[in-house]
Every structure is written in structure tokens, then in C-alpha cells.
């Protein structure tokens, strides 16, 4: 099977074929694009952090001559009762209105009230002061403990918990709550000979991709509208633009422009409905982009968390017992990634006995957003620092603790199924002989380690590919780029039908060119998509097959095809696939193959990270010394792309642990929306980073590839806060060791 | 009232009309349409807006248009002699430095400066002059290497 394969492309390190126009400037990302008569679109933005709003007038603003147009929540048609209870449209739908333009209520500062469109982009920000909104200002809440405690200030009057044992009676600030278990939690712990247990938190933190959101889009009564912008996923922007604006979404063409990062937070709309509303009513074309104070303040962010964890174990290391209590910010609207974040805490642990529950809290900050393996770095954070507690205090190498109790195929995981084939043991393996673990630590260093889980997903895909008259072609596909995806996917198209990569050229299409595909996002693309790819390509072989065997007047199973060349097997003639499309016009035309897929079968990846640091003592501040990122691929199409993945997971995780945080004043303001205060690693603050891949095939891929993205920025917390904790000689209950922190830590402990 | 500003891009005798308060970053991408050079934050905080102004490396987000009044201005699409890439472009290809590719405009331009200033750097200085270069994809390593690697290939041609 796959490991014993020989590959000609997969594995090899090819030049991207989107390489030359990014390294050149001629890519064009969000903001790039300008549309003969377009105007500009700009948006007013609520000053409070929790207030009503009692009136809103945009009168002055509508009558003003450069002013084209002007948009409230009150222009989306779509968004009312009736249509949710006939099943149109989605419940969550109100919440994407009122988070795109506020309803009655702002939920946060920066919560966007209405928007203008005018002649230029100086026009637009002047006029959004004609606007005049009169506020009814209500105490801001601005964490868990202030959301749930009793007489907390409501965010939604009517919203009942949901999931719990019985129907809530009153309305409260958690959305829901939710519980999953195996075996029998206090067996569990009656069997221990030890227990850890400790309470965890970790701050607000944003995505922080550099470009930021941007949409330019044209309203057409007659043809589609077509909306340009970045995201992860357009035909989800389409069906979510369809819905608010009551439209079909063969009314809607979305392009996917090129991305600047989105790691989950371009998994959702901003700017696209309101920009689409402003130009029906303005009958232009319109460009809105967002500043990076905007992106701070009004998209993105990943929960702040707060977690309890308490774990049960054998004096020999065996763990009876796992339990967890996880909350969850979710920031204005209900939907913080809680589910993921129970399902994924303890699934590296093959343990019997388990119990979690989470809850998913509404707070007056923006709405939270996917972020990376959404939920699982929160959780096990928490998990992997109590169980490097409890490997300190069995005295036990934290690798052995881990092989001991690791999970592996047949584990019985606690949200449901059994792990199939699965790299847990081979990365910890890895890691135990890697340079780095063998390597001795600096003096006043500190060492940690920690494994990661995410679960990986698959879906629809849609793929065609067509082949020229000459034998090149292209590979249409609908997954939007983020990352390199292209190159993989020529790959493994190449691979199948044995052609040089170069040859076959990968284009990301609009929502009318190819049929449906999933966001770009829960690791997929290289999985879902590329098995889409093949199965494209292997169409293409059949194809290819049948028109050798029509030329040779022989059946299509007297046919071999190897490496770009069909054999008769009944003779010694033989054709290339160019020679095959040269003829194609005797034999019917030329040449397509398509697939459409629900892939299932996506592997789960799981990581294990090692990192040394030292604390200055004087400072507080902690520098990175060394960095191992350990990772099953299932198998790495390119390995440069599978080890950026864990690179760049890594380093955003090593941010999140030491410098990354939304700094709240008691109004609710964020107090450091830019770069330069919210500030994430520097190229001069990271040692190289260091990466093993592992490959343990996941049998339901052709060629046993796993999604790579996400599982990198599990480990790093833990990773970091453990190293954190063992230079400094303290326990880490906090994210993140920020240098004031750890001083006051350390001024503590004298 | 604006202004109007004759300045020389890429080597091009180029004119434009810009306000006061219009940042060369603005003029160039909406005035002359050169959209290679990127906005990640408008505050001189990313880098993505690097560009070479009269020999030195610039934010063009805190640079105004009229500044570029008589000057020179290198961007990102005069980096490449048509078809031909410079090596340090080649080295971000080979060395796969770029996944999202937002921050790469802004970092070829800044690691040129670097290498004009510097032909010999460490890994050190290299991180160091590249620190008001954000990257959020790629963790650096990628970057730092493709770097080292074009200062070793342009040092053994020069
Ligand atoms: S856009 Fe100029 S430094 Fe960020
Ligand atoms: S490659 Fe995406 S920000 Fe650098």
C-alpha cells in the first residue's frame, strides 16, 4: 500500500505555479481590484462596547450630493420571522445581519450601525458624520465571570440556555452548554493513586493575517451581481449573501480573489452584503476595504477561555480519570468552537474514563471567528499542562507518560468513533529521538513538551480538468488558495496521469465556473480536493484509455496506461497522453474529466512540540531558544508546504503563549488594535524552527494524505507555558507570559 | 485642491494628481495602478508597503505622495527584469518562503535594501533587519533561509 509506492511528482519539493506573479506583484489580493465608476463604501462604527440604540436618523447623510447611498440593518429583506419558520433561511442568519449592521442593540465597540457609499473614499469617511444615532449605554461585559454571575447585564433578552438538563427558565448570557462522557468519571478517580488539578485561562487573541478584509462588488439586475473578494470559502459567501439579500444564488457570482491568511477568520461575511446593498441602491459598482483598527475591532477574534481540568492516575503513570470543564467567549453572538474544544482535550489520551462539559458565553466583544483548529488549542492547553504537572510529580519522562497512555487505533474517542490508523505514537517516538529532545538544556532554561489533536474533515469537492489539443491543461478547481494548495493539487493531478506538473495549470474558479466546494478550512483541501483532483484525473486515464483503444481499434481493456503513455498490450504500438489529445478530434472530441465528491475518511494529524526558552529575570521577558514541531502528514505531497504548515502553526501558537492579547478598559474599548501594540512574533524574535515529518498513510486517501494546517498551533501553548514553568520554577495557569506577568510572578516568589 | 507630482517609478517618468493627506502608498496603487505594494496596516507597522524611495527603504504608508515629488521610487514590479526574476525572488520560490504571498512584496523590496546595505549578513542581522516585516503564514524560517541563500548566490556573483 501507500508506503511502499514509488511516486514521480509527490514528494518532491516543484516550484508553486502561482509563484511567479506573487513574488512580482502582479497577484491581485482584496483590495486590488477597481472597477470602472466604482464608488466607495465606508461604515460607522458603535462607540460603546453594550448600549440600545434608540434612534438612527441617516438622513443629512442620504441628502448629501456626494453620497450615493446608505445602508441599515432595516435593507436586509430576508431577515424577519416568517422567512426562518417556512426554512428560507437560517437561524443563524438574524445574527449575521445584526453582526454585519447592527439591529437594535450594539454588542460591541466597533459593532458596525450603518453604511454610505460616495464618490471617494475621503467622502464616504466624512459623510458617516451625518449620521446620527442616539444610544441607550448598558454596562459592558467584557468576561466570563461578569457574563454568567447573577445580575449580569443580558446581552440577548431572549436567549435560553440551550443543551441543558432541563429547559432554562430565565434568559442568561450562556448560549449553551454541553456535555460528553466514556466509561465512569468517579470509578476513575476512586482508582488513582494521584490527582492533578488545576484552572486555566487563555486571553482573547486575533487571527491576525496581514491583509486585511476588502470586498469590491457590482449589483446586476440582469446578470449575476458579482461580488470580489477574499475569503476562504466564496460559494459560502454566495449561499450567505443569497440569504440576507433574498436573492437565488444563481443571482450571485462570487470570485475568489487571492487570499492574504485568513487561518478561519475569512470563513465568514463583513463587508460583502453591506457593499452588495450599496450598490442596488447606488447603481455602482462599490469598493469597501477595512484598516487593520477595523479587523481588530470587528472581526476575527479567538475565545478567551476559561478551563478546569482535573486528571487521575496510577503511581505507574496509567491515567484512570479525565475531566474538564471548559468555558468559552463567544463574543456577541452565540457560537464559540465549545464543541470542538470538549471533543478534541483528551483525544491523544486512550483513557476509559472521561467527562466534559462546556459552555458557550456571549460577551460585548466582536463576534468570535474560526481561528486554526478552532477551540482545541484553548482546551488542550489546559490538558497537556496538568499532564505535564503529573508527569513532574510521578516523576516520569513526559514522552513516557504519553506513550503510555496514548491513543491509538481502536481508541475509542469520547465524542463517538473509534481513531483509525493514527501517527500519535510514531510523532512521540519521533520526538523522544529527535536532536532536540537528546540535546542537553542551557543553564536557566526551561523544557517543555506537549501533543496535539484536531480531527481534519472532509466534503464536497468539485474538480474538472481539461486537457488541449497539445496535451496540456487545466485544473479547475473551487478551493480557494491560502497556502500553496495549488501546487499539490498539480501534483497529484500529475501524478495520476504521468505528465510533467508544469504542464497542467491550477486555477481557483468563480462560483459559475465549477460546481460547489467547501471552505477552504478545517485542514480539507489537500485531502478533499485533492482526492477530487485524482479522481478527476483518473477519469482523464479511463478517458484517455477508451481513445487509444478507438484509434487502435481495440477494447479500452487491451489498453495500459503508465506514465503519460497508453500501450496496446495486443501490440507494441503505444501513444503519448499529447499524441492522444492531438487525435482527439477522430475520436469525439477533446478531453475533460471531472469528480464531484462528499470525501470521507479525512485522517486526524497529531503533533507533538518541543520548545526550550529562558526568562530574563530582570525583564520578564522570554526568549524562544530552541523550537521542534513533530507531525503526522499521512503523507506530505510537498514537504516545503507540510513543514510551513507546522512552522507557521507553531509560531502563531507561540505567540497566543507569550505576547497575544486583546487589552480591554473598563468601557469595553480594545486598547491596542494595531500592530504595533497587539503585537505578534517578529522575524527577530524566533529561533529556526525545527520539524520532523511523520508519515503514518491514512488508508481512505490515494496517496494517505492527512489535512496538515491546523494541528501545528495545538501543541505550541502548552508547549511554551511548560517550558515557561520549568525556567521560571512555577506553575503557568495563564496564557500569555507576557513579560509584566512573569516579572510579577517572579517579584512573587523572591 | 491636489497636487500634481511628477516622479520617475520603476525607471518610468510618472505623473499623478494627489491630495495633501494621500500616502505615496495610496498614490501608487490607486492613482498609477501599481497594486504589488501592499496595506496590511497603514500605520508603518507590517512592512507590507515597503518600497525603495530615493535609495532608502520606506514605509510608503507613512511616506505622502507629494513627497515623491522629483524622486525615485522602486516597487515590487521593478524588481524583475521582465520575465527574468532576481535571484532573491528565485530564492523565495525554491525555498517555498511565501504561503499566503501578502507580506511578500514588502519583504523581497526590504531584503533587497538588506543586501545592498549588508551582502554578507548573519541569520542574526538578517532577522533583525527583516523584524518590521510581518509574515503570519510562514513563521520566518522559510524567509530567513530563502534570504541567506540569495546573499550567498548574489556575493558569489558579484
Ligand atoms: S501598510 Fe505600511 S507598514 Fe503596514
Ligand atoms: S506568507 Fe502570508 S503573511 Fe507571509
Not at chain 1, 487573541?205 to 491583509?211: D, F, K, R
Request: charged content about 20%; hydrophobic content about 40%.
Amino acid at each position: 500500500m501507500s508506503e511502499a509506492r514509488e511516486y514521480q511528482h509527490i514528494g518532491q519539493r516543484t516550484i508553486r505555479p502561482d509563484g511567479f506573479d506573487k513574488v512580482t506583484g502582479k497577484a491581485n489580493y482584496g483590495a486590488d481590484l477597481s472597477i470602472p465608476g466604482m464608488i466607495w463604501g465606508a461604515i460607522l462604527r458603535s462607540p460603546h462596547a453594550h448600549a440600545k440604540i434608540t434612534s438612527l436618523d441617516v438622513s443629512e447623510a442620504e441628502a448629501h450630493p456626494d453620497v450615493f447611498a446608505v445602508a441599515t440593518y432595516q435593507d436586509f429583506p430576508s431577515v424577519n420571522a416568517e422567512a426562518v419558520a417556512a426554512g428560507t433561511a437560517r437561524k443563524d442568519l438574524f445574527d449575521t445581519a445584526a453582526n454585519v449592521l447592527a439591529d437594535t442593540k450594539v454588542l460591541y465597540h466597533g459593532h458596525a450601525i450603518a453604511a454610505v457609499a460616495a464618490r471617494t473614499e475621503a467622502a464616504a469617511q466624512a459623510a458617516l458624520e451625518l449620521i446620527q444615532v442616539a444610544y441607550e449605554v448598558l454596562d459592558p461585559v467584557l468576561t466570563i465571570d461578569a457574563a454568567i454571575k447573577d445580575g449580569a447585564a443580558l446581552l440577548h433578552d431572549n436567549m435560553m440556555t440551550q443543551g441543558l438538563l432541563e429547559p432554562a427558565s430565565a434568559a442568561s448570557n450562556i448560549a449553551a452548554r454541553m456535555e460528553l462522557k466514556k466509561g465512569d468519571i468517579d470509578l476513575g478517580f476512586e482508582a488513582a493513586d494521584i490527582i492533578v488539578e488545576r484552572s486555566y485561562e487563555t486571553p482573547t487573541v486575533h487571527q491576525g493575517y496581514i491583509e486585511p478584509h476588502a470586498t469590491t462588488v457590482r449589483f446586476d439586475d440582469n446578470g449575476p451581481s458579482m461580488i470580489w473578494c477574499p475569503t476562504q470559502g466564496h460559494f459560502d459567501v454566495r449561499a450567505r449573501v443569497a440569504q440576507l439579500l433574498n436573492m437565488e444564488l444563481g443571482q450571485i457570482k462570487v470570485v475568489a480573489s487571492e487570499i492574504g491568511g485568513g487561518f478561519g477568520g475569512k470563513t465568514t461575511v463583513y463587508l460583502e452584503p453591506v457593499a452588495l446593498i450599496l450598490s442596488k441602491k447606488s447603481g455602482r459598482p462599490v469598493k469597501m476595504t477595512m484598516s487593520r483598527e477595523d479587523v481588530f475591532r470587528a472581526s476575527g477574534p479567538a475565545s478567551a477561555s476559561q478551563s478546569k481540568v482535573k486528571i487521575g492516575a496510577k503511581s505507574d503513570g496509567t491515567i484512570t480519570a479525565m475531566q474538564a470543564s471548559l468555558h468559552y467567549e463567544a463574543g456577541a453572538f452565540k457560537g464559540s468552537p465549545m464543541g470542538p474544544g470538549c471533543m478534541t482535550i483528551f483525544t491523544p489520551y486512550d483513557v476509559e474514563n472521561m467527562y466534559v462539559e462546556g459552555f458557550d458565553v456571549v460577551v460585548n466583544k466582536p463576534k468570535a471567528a474560526a481561528y486554526r483548529a478552532p477551540g482545541a488549542p484553548q482546551a488542550e492547553f489546559a490538558a497537556e499542562m496538568a499532564v505535564n504537572e503529573l508527569a513532574s510529580k510521578l516523576g516520569m519522562d513526559p514522552i513516557d507518560l504519553r506513550l503510555k497512555n496514548a491513543a491509538k487505533e481502536g481508541t475509542q474517542t469520547i465524542y463517538g468513533p473509534k481513531l483509525k490508523t493514527v501517527g500519535l505514537e510514531a510523532c512521540l517516538l519521533a520526538a523522544k529521538s529527535s536532536p532536540h529532545y537528546q540535546s542537553t538544556l542551557q543553564e536557566n532554561a526551561g523544557r517543555g513538551l506537549a501533543a496535539g489533536f484536531w480531527f481534519n474533515i472532509g466534503g464536497q469537492s468539485s474538480v474538472m480538468i481539461h486537457l488541449n489539443p497539445d496535451g496540456t491543461g487545466s485544473i479547475i478547481e473551487g478551493s480557494p488558495d491560502i497556502g500553496g494548495s495549488r501546487a499539490s493539487m498539480q501534483m497529484m493531478a500529475a501524478e495520476v496521469l504521468g505528465v510533467s506538473p508544469s504542464t497542467l495549470n491550477p486555477i481557483v474558479a468563480d462560483t459559475e465556473h465549477v460546481a460547489y466546494n467547501q471552505t477552504t478550512g478545517g485542514s480539507r483541501t489537500t485531502f478533499a480536493t485533492g482526492m477530487a483532483v485524482i479522481e478527476a484525473a483518473e477519469d482523464i486515464v479511463d478517458q484517455l484509455k477508451a481513445r487509444a483503444a478507438e484509434l487502435w481499434n481495440v477494447t479500452p481493456e487491451q489498453v495500459d496506461y503508465k506514465n503519460g503513455v497508453a500501450y496496446n498490450l495486443s501490440s507494441d504500438e503505444r501513444l503519448s497522453l499529447a499524441e492522444i489529445c492531438a487525435k482527439a478530434e477522430k475520436t469525439g472530441g477533446q478531453i475533460t474529466g471531472r469528480a464531484n465528491i462528499n470525501a470521507r475518511g479525512a485522517g486526524p494529524s497529531f503533533a507533538v512540540h518541543l520548545c526550550d526558552v529562558q526568562v530574563d529575570p530582570e525583564t520578564g521577558k522570554t526568549d524562544v531558544l530552541r523550537y521542534t514541531a513533530i507531525q503526522d502528514a499521512g503523507k506530505a505531497i510537498h514537504p516545503s508546504y507540510v513543514e510551513g504548515q507546522f512552522q507557521g502553526g507553531a509560531v502563531q501558537g507561540i505567540g497566543w503563549a507569550l505576547n497575544e492579547e486583546y487589552v480591554y478598559s473598563a468601557d469595553g474599548v480594545m486598547e491596542n488594535a494595531g500592530f504595533l501594540d497587539y503585537r505578534i512574533p517578529l522575524a527577530s524574535d524566533l529561533p529556526e524552527i525545527e520539524t520532523i515529518i511523520v508519515e503514518v498513510p491514512n488508508s481512505f486517501h490515494p496517496f494517505g494524505v492527512r489535512g496538515v494546517g491546523e494541528t501545528g498551533i495545538v501543541p505550541p501553548l502548552a508547549a511554551v507555558g511548560t517550558a515557561v514553568s520549568e525556567a521560571i520554577g512555577l506553575p503557568i495557569t495563564s496564557l500569555p507570559c507576557s513579560p509584566p506577568k512573569l516579572l510579577e510572578l517572579i517579584m512573587k516568589r523572591g | 485642491m491636489k497636487t500634481h507630482v511628477s516622479t520617475v517609478v520603476n525607471g518610468d517618468a510618472v505623473e499623478f494628481l494627489c491630495s495633501p493627506s494621500d500616502t505615496l502608498l495610496h498614490a501608487l496603487r490607486n492613482e498609477i495602478g501599481l497594486t504589488g505594494t501592499k496595506e496590511g496596516c497603514g500605520s508603518g507597522d507590517c512592512g507590507a508597503c515597503s518600497v525603495m524611495l530615493d535609495g532608502a527603504l520606506v514605509c510608503s504608508c507613512l511616506v505622502l505622495g507629494v513627497e515623491a515629488q522629483g524622486s525615485q521610487v522602486e516597487t515590487i514590479e521593478g524588481i524583475a527584469h521582465q520575465d527574468k526574476l532576481h535571484v532573491i525572488q528565485e530564492k523565495f520560490l525554491e525555498h517555498a518562503a511565501l504561503q499566503c504571498g501578502i507580506c511578500t512584496p514588502g519583504l523581497i523590496v526590504s531584503t533587497k535594501a538588506l543586501l545592498e546595505e549588508n551582502p554578507a549578513p548573519t541569520e542574526e542581522e538578517a532577522r533583525y533587519y527583516l523584524a518590521g516585516n510581518l509574515c503570519r503564514c510562514t513563521g520566518y524560517d522559510k524567509i530567513i533561509k530563502a534570504v541567506m541563500d540569495a546573499a550567498d548566490v548574489m556575493r558569489q556573483g558579484a
